[in-house]
């Protein structure tokens, strides 16, 4: 439930100073310390959902106009505002937003549509004001839009080991998605072995 800030905010290495986590074990922390969600899908989600939607709706820290989940990639650093940023992975939309919508499957609708937003790390602290403009600094992974993450968590090349082998070798992937990968790299191991020995 965000409201939109009316004067700047510090932005320090764990988020927005004053902002809550209510679940800090699966939000939250230095490689998720900002959420990001594109404005150019509010006319979808209207559209979807019969209703206004405000910034913030979806439960971000930040409301932004382009840098789409297509156009963003793993890694790319940013200025927003006196602070920088890095991507490190793709949000992944949870049970909440059922509950603030009122709609059981919402969650699972945001992770099909592809338009889930993502997460920042701070590089470097500072002030943020409300309508800072973004600057991309820094390009990331040239292979890994946060789109083609979400297709490796969650979509067509979920089993596309080489892809995951190449995206957990990216040093600015969240510590949580590279956990996540590496250990289903490793059941792919036990289930070839498991298969040779006709179990």
């Given at each position: ?35 990001v ?67 059981p ?5 945001v ?30 992974s ?8 979400n ?49």
């Open positions: 439930a965000k409201k939109p800030a009316v004067e700047k905010v510090f932005l320090d290495k764990f988020g927005f100073v004053g902002d809550g986590c209510a679940d800090e074990i699966n939000h939250g922390g230095a490689d998720k310390a900002v959420c969600y594109c404005h150019d899908h509010y006319p979808y989600w209207e559209n979807e959902l019969s209703r206004n939607l405000a910034p913030g709706a979806f439960g971000e820290n930040l409301t932004i106009n382009g840098f789409t989940e297509r156009m963003v990639h793993i890694g790319d650093i940013f200025r927003i505002g006196e602070a920088s940023v890095q991507c490190t992975q793709p949000r992944q939309p949870c049970h909440k937003l059922n509950k603030v919508f009122g709609i499957e919402l969650a699972s609708h992770q099909i549509s592809g338009f889930t937003g993502y997460y920042l790390r701070v590089i470097n602290p500072g002030w943020v004001e409300p309508g800072a403009k973004i600057e991309l600094l820094q390009k990331g040239e292979e890994f839009s946060v789109s083609a993450a297709q490796i968590m969650y979509g067509k090349d979920k089993l596309d080991f080489e892809k995951i082998k190449k995206i957990i070798s990216l040093k600015f992937l969240s510590h949580s998605w590279m956990e996540t990968f590496r250990k289903r790299l490793e059941h792919r191991g036990l289930e070839s072995t498991d298969k040779r020995l006709g179990h």
